[in-house]
């Protein structure tokens, strides 16, 4: 293995590994963290491409914050940067959560430390909000995906649609959609 090859190995491994250990809240609270890295400290991908794949990775089954790791670790790094970048999103929450498990029972209910949890879920809430205004920014470039978000946030918020639907009801709408803008181009 090269020098090059091993500084992006190493790099996807840091990176999704600090955002998997200092990143409460889960995935969408990862991403701004995430994009930092990616996009400007390592320089592993342009910021477009960083937004697709953070897009992707919302949309499938599974751990946002894993799906994202194997998106940007296979595209920066190949085959083995999917897997180095998955271990590092995965390593620290196997770990934390065997060591909160056993030590659950010692923590105070109550408290300064109740305080302090209390203090990093508002932080994590801003964060999650940070990045739905980053994904905001990049995917809702036409009356099309606005209306289709103010639909899906509607279904989910007021009407209680479960969310997988309303992905696959959206990625139905955007099918039909450039069918029907196509066909008027071809037209033209």
């Known amino acids: ?34 994009e930092k890295d990616v996009v400007e400290k390592y320089k592993l991908m342009p910021k477009e491409d960083f937004m ?19 998106f940007v670790g296979r595209r920066a790094g190949g085959f083995l940067g999917m897997l180095v970048a998955g271990f590092g999103a995965t390593f620290s929450a196997f770990a934390l959560m065997i060591a909160a498990t056993v030590l659950l029972q010692f923590v105070p209910q109550e408290g300064p430390v109740a305080g302090a949890f209390m203090g990093i879920r508002a932080a994590s809430a801003a964060l999650v909000l940070s990045a739905a205004f980053s994904l905001g920014r990049h995917n809702l470039k036409s009356r099309f995906a606005v209306v289709v978000m103010l639909a899906a946030f509607a279904l989910v918020l007021f009407a209680k649609v479960s969310a997988p639907l309303v992905v696959l009801a959206a990625g139905a709408a955007g099918y039909v959609y450039q069918r029907i803008k196509s066909k008027g181009e071809v037209a033209k």
């Not at 090859?5 to 991403?31: E, N, P, R, S």
């Open 52 to 70: 697709e794949y953070a897009t992707l990775a919302q949309t499938l089954p599974g751990v946002i914050a894993l799906n994202c790791a194997c």
């Open 1 to 34: 293995m090269n020098k090059n090859k091993f500084k992006i190995l190493w790099a996807l491994f840091v990176i999704f590994f600090k955002a998997g250990t200092f990143t409460f809240a889960g995935g969408l609270a990862m991403l701004p963290v995430i």
